[in-house]
């Protein structure tokens, strides 16, 4: 920005500083003898004048310059050698009063020169600031050319002199915070901005000045994403006050992250479609084609040779958030997970199975874990973790097949198909026949040792038994229909 003091300097016009209030940034010259000429001032303004009016002012000075620090000049500079012979002692204490510059321009230099002056420099700051703008476009072009955004951050963060970071639409951090001084960005302030402009769409922008131990910081936060919902922002903290440039810096920094979350999201959708259809070849049984699309899989992934299947369900938006995080913190061998038609699968080594189950148990998910076995048996270890996945409750949100193996065959039977199955076979039968059928399968089918357990005779027995085959359609001398009669009784007691 060009200010009062680099007019000063210019060679040939001979300003001289008579107090000098550090005021706004010079962004044009004025001339004018009016008694209040801030009706024509927008601010930022140098006001020349000889004072022609002014001759025998006295307690007029104060307000005059009051309302010139009012309406935002810049300075007042006023020339010696014709109204007054030298600057009135009343206007410069009203100048130091009210914070307001002002120098004396000498006879012979024109006010036109001064004017002139004033224009070049800000000319040149415009050129200035032009190149500027092209240079930290290019840097920020440069550190934006791969998928990773550190470098167009951390680059944006030096070229600000303050601390960047990308935010995920919740307000974390997902990359960053970068830059000097990382403390600068008040990330519980942050939060709160993107609280407030969420629902905004795209073109929403947050700007906040606060006053810290460090200064005046600006928070700026600002949407990424090229269509639809943002799913993250730009968080910026600079010191207040940034040039049009480093503005211009922050707009393309938010451009090019913009472009570069889009490509990442893309590589990472094909990403994810290839391993998940690497996945159901490999629960197929096709190791083989599994493992060509796997090859092809960025920085190329293995089967583990001993593995075990992970099947998990449960909303699509905590799958969805389990398998991110999945992705992020499991990215080493031993561990391949994709969304495999409404389930959320992971094929780990046995010894990286606790680490998927920790990430997995804590998005709400259900898991049922199967067998350990090798990876060309690898739909063996499916099927057994879907029958895990399926005796799982709300209180044993996980399975492993070797519970349900140790719990005998009726584990091996979902509760809800259990209990449709005990009450269709068993509708027929009343308290009495029921009994009697546990009796019959409890002895092995010997009618004398049920009549002796139930305290009846044996053709009674007998005519119990051709009413429950006929009553429930089975033939109790087929070890099949004793087997199902066996299974139905057990789970409606399990139900009991």
């Known amino acids: 920005m060009v200010t009062v003091a680099d007019l000063v300097t210019v060679p040939g016009l001979g300003l001289r500083t008579v107090h000098d209030a550090a005021g706004p940034p010079l962004r044009w010259v004025a001339t004018s003898e009016l008694a209040d000429p801030t009706p024509y001032l927008e601010g930022g303004e140098l006001l020349l004048t000889t004072g022609l009016g002014t001759r025998g002012w006295s307690d007029e000075w104060d307000p005059y310059v009051a309302r010139l620090a009012t309406a935002g000049a810049a300075a007042l500079a006023m020339g010696v050698g014709l109204t007054h012979d030298r600057l009135p002692d009343r206007l410069v204490a009203a100048c130091r009063s009210h ?38 476009q290019r840097r920020l072009t440069q550190a934006a050319l791969g998928l990773d955004l550190r470098p167009l951050l951390e680059r944006l963060a030096q070229l600000l002199d303050g601390a960047v970071a ?6 974390e951090p997902e990359e960053g915070p970068f830059g000097v001084r990382p403390e600068r960005l008040n990330l519980a302030l942050v939060r709160t901005e993107v609280a407030g402009i969420r629902g905004q769409g795209l073109g929403a922008v947050s700007s906040t000045v606060v006053s810290t131990a460090h200064g005046q910081v600006a928070t700026v936060v600002r949407p990424i994403g090229l269509a639809g919902r943002p799913e993250h922002y730009l968080a910026v903290a600079a010191p207040s006050g ?3 440039p480093l503005r211009a810096a922050i707009s393309t920094a938010a451009v090019l992250l913009s472009l570069a979350v889009e490509r990442r999201a ?24 599994a493992e060509v699309l796997l090859d092809a899989a ?27 995080r999945l992705e992020d913190e499991l990215t080493d061998a031993g561990v391949l997970a994709g ?10 080594a046995p010894a990286r199975v606790a680490a998927v189950l920790d990430v997995v148990t804590s998005s709400g998910l259900r898991a049922g874990v199967g067998r350990v076995t090798a990876a060309g048996d690898a739909r063996r270890s499916a099927e057994s973790a879907g029958h895990a996945l399926d005796r799982t409750t709300g209180a044993s949100p996980v399975r492993r097949w070797e519970d349900v193996a140790d719990a005998g065959p009726l584990a091996l039977v979902p509760e809800a198909l259990g209990r449709e199955y005990a009450a269709s076979l068993l509708a027929p039968l009343d308290g009495e026949q029921r009994t009697t059928l546990a009796a019959f399968l409890r002895h092995h089918g010997s009618r004398g040792a049920v009549a002796d357990d139930l305290g009846v005779h044996r053709n009674t027995v007998r005519n119990r038994l051709a009413e429950i085959e006929r009553l429930a359609g089975l033939d109790l001398d087929d070890p099949a229909a004793r087997v199902a009669a066996w299974l139905a009784l057990e789970l409606a007691a399990d139900q009991d």
């Open 166 to 171: 990308l935010v995920h639409r919740d307000g």
């Open 266 to 289: 893309e590589r990472r959708s094909a990403e994810r479609r290839l391993l998940s259809r690497a996945l159901e070849l490999l629960l197929a049984g096709d190791l083989r084609s």
């Open 339 to 348: 969304l495999v038609d409404t389930e959320l699968v992971a094929v780990a």
């Open 242 to 244: 940034l040039g049009d």
């Open 99 to 136: 914070r307001l510059t002002l120098l004396e321009v000498p006879r012979e230099t024109h006010f036109v020169a001064v004017s002139r002056a004033a224009a070049e420099l800000l000319q040149d700051q415009e050129a200035a600031a032009t190149r500027l703008a092209l240079d930290l």
């Open 298 to 324: 960025e920085g190329g992934r293995a089967v583990p040779e001993r593995l075990r299947v992970l099947r998990m369900s449960g909303p699509e938006d905590a799958l969805g958030d389990a398998l991110d």
